[in-house]
Nanobody
Framework: QVQLVESGGGSVQAGGSLRLSCAVS????????VGWFRRALGLEREFVAG????????SYTDSVQGRFTVSRDLARDTVYLQMNSLKPEDTAVYYC??????????????????????WGQGTQVTVSS
């Protein structure tokens, strides 16, 4: 059974940093892309960042560009989201998601939630002003 477990959330003041981790286990597919999404209270879920299986292609929503960095450690089956210069509007529950891909599609990232098959339970990030 595929499991995605996020960790690293918490409370921080504006301008601070957090690093989220997404550990993937139990997978039966050989390669997968990963996306980070978030849902703020009262708002719809939104795409934050995506990374290809190969790790060489990434995408970010405009509001986090230059502040957040997504990376992955293939050996550890873990994907990270480094969040710097955090703002109160970054407050949300953050989710990671995995999309199995064929090896020859390993350089693609995906930005739509409907494209992902597996989701974590989410981790709360709270940024105070």
């Amino acid at each position: 059974q595929v499991q995605l477990v996020e960790s690293g959330g918490g409370s921080v003041q504006a301008g601070g940093s957090l690093r989220l981790s997404c550990a993937v286990s139990g997978r039966t597919f050989s390669s997968y892309a990963v996306g980070w999404f978030r849902r703020a209270l009262g708002l719809e879920r939104e795409f934050v960042a995506g990374i290809s299986w190969t790790g060489d292609n990434t995408s970010y929503t405009d509001s986090v560009q230059g502040r957040f960095t997504v990376s992955r450690d293939l050996a550890r089956d873990t994907v990270y989201l480094q969040m710097n210069s955090l703002k109160p509007e970054d407050t949300a529950v953050y989710y990671c998601a995995a999309k199995p891909v064929r090896t020859w599609l390993g350089s693609y990232y995906y930005t739509q939630a409907v494209e992902y098959d597996y989701w974590g339970q989410g981790t709360q990030v709270t940024v105070s002003s």
